[in-house]
């Protein structure tokens, strides 16, 4: 809403009683063309015959009073009153001969042109929400039975994979008694590529162990990946594309990107 | 449905001895559904060679006097409850959330002038619509953002949805009602004259020359600042 | 369309003027609902001195022979898809899925070394073998339950199956490749243990002499207790 209008009287404003016919309640409208509907209510005519004269000065008197009472308008209301203020004095001064702009006669009709839509989306709303609403009028089935999915697994191997499983198998558990598991590392690139691609994806914290299990193919890499992974955050947060927090010894490590460093790149 | 096995004999009517049975199949498979489901997702569960057309033509006619009818909504069919009954369900409506009359009158503007833009909407209303309200309205999943319109600024274009016909009961934006005196009295016309404007309402997926499609990360982003800063609502 | 004249004529009873909006009623109430509905919340609903004993019984023949059927659960009253029509409430997914590498070692184990225990397989892997990866073997049917070997405990022994020989494309299973050919095709690099042999397997369906048939419940009990708990996958 707009600022209270400065007002020069302090005296409060109290309603006349001598003004029945005007409510001035201005939050039960919707903007100025909404009260300029109303006004063209009361006169009870046909929207297509009103007199645009008339009820500009009645939005103006409305608009006096309404600032008489010091209520507060928005600006959308001030300035339709401005912009009738003008039409009307052009509505009453003889028309100059043809220029460039649209004559007042033109202005105004506009103007009623712009209310009857208005008018006549209204009675659509009207309609539209008199219409047999679902779940108010109408209702869906209350228990649906969804459908199943049976999935029927059809697993893929092929004889390359079979023989290879096999020769590994057989190779890796007569090595095994006298040679030693090769010690797999993961590094501190691979850890800060994967933490890149992942981190593009996230706005809000999460716990760098969730990112981890994805890359614990096995149990035994756990130290390497956790302790890469760690060095890779730590060197991003200095870098101000990560923040990292824990929240008490031994607790899961929350990394969040820097929102400013993910929307640079947007 | 020993008989359904025999696929040599089409279903062109229903004296064909699986009418019956695929009609069966079909009140069974609307029933279970909660959405709506189309004729071609029902005939892809049907026997083969059913008659879909034949079969919903005869489910409608056959809960048409009962308490659940099969209707069309947003261009597919399910089962609702009869609308001449909502006095005895409505009781168990639990406090559905009133649309404020802003809301519904813009949600009515995007419905018979989509597509159409925040400025457009502001226009026919006469005064700025508070991004609250096209929010409320996006939430409900009855309008969507269509596309950015081609002009200085690409604002993004406002239309309806397939949940905003099933919510309405109407089968397509067409059904509308009121659209005819809206569009004879030239209210759907371009407020700006142009070649682009076409005067009738269109949910239809495929954007209007006049409309760029959306930014990749227009959905993960603050669409438009509230520039305004003045919403009436 | 022979239902069509049962469903529109409301049974029997129609002659009491409110017996078959009573029925619309309880219809509606029916479908709209979430949970089955009592009889006496039923009769809460419908209109004064509704006769709601006689509309359950109504409705329940009327909808007895079409695809949707009025049933008690529980003491209370819901619509449910008729029994025989469940089939129409599932769809087949076929999803490929790769076997783990456990699954596939155990499966050349098996196949090499058939007919072989679960025990044997352990011995050869070095490692316990979970109950899921044999389930999971038997689920893509490659490999079979063979019979019971001739020693205490009498443990089940596996085989492969046609299905495998299938699958992997092999004439017989011995035309898998033999230790040689796996050194030739690389499978086995580097330095090749003198002790490897590799089996020449037979998926002969004639038991060994050391194999007793299967037990007459085996293929509906389970066959082997998880006694490791430890499985590595």
Same mark, same amino acid.
């Given at each position: 809403?707009?600022?209270?209008?400065?007002?020069?009287?302090?005296?409060?404003?109290?309603?006349?009683?001598?003004?029945?016919?005007?409510?001035?309640?201005?939050?039960?409208?919707?903007?100025?063309?909404?009260?300029?509907?109303?006004?063209?209510?009361?006169?009870?005519?046909?929207?297509?015959?009103?007199?645009?004269?008339?009820?500009?000065?009645?939005?103006?008197?409305?608009?006096?009073?309404?600032?008489?009472?010091?209520?507060?308008?928005?600006?959308?209301?001030?300035?339709?009153?401005?912009?009738?203020?003008?039409?009307?004095?052009?509505?009453?001064?003889?028309?100059?001969?043809?220029?460039?702009?649209?004559?007042?006669?033109?202005?105004?009709?506009?103007?009623?042109?712009?209310?009857?839509?208005?008018?006549?989306?209204?009675?659509?709303?009207?309609?539209?929400?008199?219409?047999?609403?679902?779940?108010?009028?109408?209702?869906?089935?209350?228990?649906?039975?969804?459908?199943?999915?049976?999935?029927?697994?059809?697993?893929?191997?092929?004889?390359?994979?079979?023989?290879?499983?096999?020769?590994?198998?057989?190779?890796?558990?007569?090595?095994?008694?006298?040679?030693?598991?090769?010690?797999?590392?993961?590094?501190?690139?691979?850890?800060?590529?994967?933490?890149?691609?992942?981190?593009?994806?996230?706005?809000?914290?999460?716990?760098? !162990?969730?990112?981890?299990?994805?890359?614990?193919?096995?149990?035994?890499?756990?130290?390497?990946?956790?302790?890469?992974?760690?060095?890779?955050?730590?060197?991003?947060?200095?870098?101000?594309?990560?923040?990292?927090?824990? !929240?008490?010894?031994?607790?899961?490590?929350?990394?969040?990107?820097?929102?400013?460093?993910?929307?640079?790149?947007? | 449905?020993?008989?359904?096995?025999?696929?040599?004999?089409?279903?062109?009517?229903?004296?064909?001895?699986?009418?019956?049975?695929?009609?069966?199949?079909?009140?069974?498979?609307?029933?279970?559904?909660?959405?709506?489901?189309?004729?071609?997702?029902?005939?892809?569960?049907?026997?083969?060679?059913?008659?879909?057309?034949?079969?919903?033509?005869?489910?409608?006619?056959?809960?048409?006097?009962?308490?659940?009818?099969?209707?069309?909504?947003?261009?597919?069919?399910?089962?609702?409850?009869?609308?001449?009954?909502?006095?005895?369900?409505?009781?168990?409506?639990?406090?559905?959330?009133?649309?404020?009359?802003?809301?519904?009158?813009?949600?009515?503007?995007?419905?018979?002038?989509?597509?159409?833009?925040?400025?457009?909407?502001?226009?026919?209303?006469?005064?700025?619509?508070?991004?609250?309200?096209?929010?409320?309205?996006?939430?409900?999943?009855?309008?969507?953002?269509?596309?950015?319109?081609?002009?200085?600024?690409?604002?993004?274009?406002?239309?309806?949805?397939?949940?905003?016909?099933?919510?309405?009961?109407?089968?397509?934006?067409?059904?509308?009602?009121?659209?005819?005196?809206?569009?004879?009295?030239?209210?759907?016309?371009?407020?700006?004259?142009?070649?682009?404007?076409?005067?009738?309402?269109?949910?239809?997926?495929?954007?209007?020359?006049?409309?760029?499609?959306?930014?990749?990360?227009?959905?993960?982003?603050?669409?438009?600042?509230?520039?305004?800063?003045?919403?009436?609502?």
């Amino acid at each position: 809403m707009a600022k209270p209008l400065p007002f020069e009287e302090a005296a409060p404003a109290e309603r006349a009683e001598s003004e029945p016919a005007l409510f001035v309640d201005v939050d039960g409208f919707e903007g100025p063309l909404d009260l300029l509907l109303e006004l063209a209510r009361r006169q009870k005519v046909d929207l297509h015959r009103i007199s645009i004269l008339a009820l500009a000065e009645q939005y103006l008197v409305f608009i006096e009073e309404a600032r008489r009472m010091r209520l507060e308008l928005a600006a959308d209301y001030l300035v339709m009153a401005a912009w009738l203020a003008y039409l009307k004095s052009r509505l009453l001064l003889p028309e100059p001969p043809k220029g460039e702009e649209p004559s007042a006669e033109e202005l105004a009709t506009a103007l009623a042109l712009r209310l009857r839509r208005l008018e006549a989306i209204r009675e659509a709303a009207k309609k539209l929400g008199e219409r047999t609403w679902l779940g108010r009028d109408i209702f869906a089935r209350g228990a649906p039975e969804p459908v199943v999915i049976r999935k029927d697994a059809r697993y893929e191997a092929s004889l390359y994979d079979l023989l290879k499983a096999y020769a590994h198998q057989r190779q890796i558990k007569l090595n095994s008694k006298v040679s030693l598991h090769k010690r797999t590392v993961w590094s501190l690139v691979d850890a800060r590529e994967a933490l890149e691609r992942l981190v593009g994806h996230l706005s809000d914290w999460v716990t760098l !162990d969730t990112y981890l299990v994805e890359y614990m193919v096995e149990p035994a890499m756990r130290p390497t990946v956790l302790a890469s992974a760690l060095s890779a955050t730590l060197e991003m947060v200095r870098e101000g594309k990560l923040t990292v927090r824990q !929240d008490e010894a031994f607790a899961p490590v929350w990394v969040k990107p820097v929102a400013d460093a993910a929307e640079a790149g947007a | 449905m020993e008989e359904a096995v025999d696929m040599t004999e089409t279903a062109e009517n229903s004296r064909i001895p699986d009418h019956g049975e695929a009609m069966r199949i079909a009140e069974a498979l609307l029933f279970a559904s909660a959405e709506p489901l189309g004729a071609e997702e029902l005939a892809g569960r049907l026997p083969e060679g059913a008659d879909v057309e034949k079969i919903l033509e005869d489910l409608t006619g056959l809960y048409a006097p009962r308490g659940v009818n099969l209707v069309r909504v947003a261009g597919k069919w399910a089962f609702r409850t009869a609308s001449d009954l909502s006095f005895v369900l409505a009781r168990d409506v639990v406090e559905q959330r009133k649309l404020s009359r802003a809301a519904m009158e813009t949600l009515a503007i995007i419905a018979y002038h989509q597509p159409v833009t925040r400025a457009e909407i502001e226009e026919i209303r006469g005064v700025a619509t508070s991004k609250g309200t096209l929010d409320l309205l996006l939430e409900t999943s009855w309008i969507r953002l269509r596309g950015r319109r081609k002009v200085p600024g690409r604002p993004v274009t406002y239309g309806t949805t397939p949940q905003f016909l099933e919510h309405f009961g109407l089968d397509a934006i067409e059904d509308l009602p009121g659209l005819e005196e809206l569009k004879g009295a030239g209210f759907l016309e371009g407020r700006v004259p142009s070649d682009l404007s076409v005067p009738v309402p269109s949910d239809d997926d495929a954007l209007r020359p006049d409309e760029d499609p959306l930014d990749h990360d227009d959905l993960f982003q603050p669409l438009e600042m509230d520039q305004s800063g003045t919403g009436e609502e």
